[in-house]
């Protein structure tokens, strides 16, 4: 029964998601706080059987100071989390930036340049701290 209704969560959190103009593969499971940017939604793509753990933050965008006109100006990128990836609690994933597929960020990195596939990244910025991995029968 347990199994049933987290399905059904899970399914409402992605139509959720969905009818905001995030593309998020069906498969991917989203846990509960995500922090999803929503100055550019449609600049989100996560992939297939990808984890976002509760407290993630992804955003889409930078901003550009224009100190001439005493404000700041928005520039929206697109940031691509891949296929069977691991997003470890209150993570963050900065604008434009792509993760490859089967990549573990750990709890609390903040990812500032691209992750290449088969890696594991932590800390602040994020680093590889593991290379060569793959999903299959690994623990995290």
């Known amino acids: 029964m347990r199994l049933f209704v987290s399905k059904i969560v899970q399914r409402l959190r992605y139509l959720y998601y969905r009818s905001f103009g995030y593309d998020v593969h069906i498969t991917a499971e989203l ?9 550019h939604p449609r600049g989100i793509h996560v992939g297939r059987h990808t984890i976002l753990a509760s407290g993630v933050t992804v955003l889409s965008h ?10 700041f100006l928005g520039e929206k990128l697109d940031t691509y989390i891949g296929d069977f990836c691991a997003i470890g609690i209150g993570a963050i994933i900065m604008g434009g930036v792509r993760i490859g597929d089967e990549v573990v960020v750990g709890a609390g990195a903040v990812v500032t340049k691209d992750v290449p596939s088969n890696t594991m990244v932590a800390g602040n910025p994020a680093r590889v701290i593991r290379r060569d991995i793959r999903m299959e029968g690994l623990r995290l």
């Open 31 to 39: 846990e509960r706080r995500l922090n999803l940017d929503r100055y």
């Open 62 to 71: 930078k901003l550009i100071p224009m100190k001439s006109q005493q404000r």
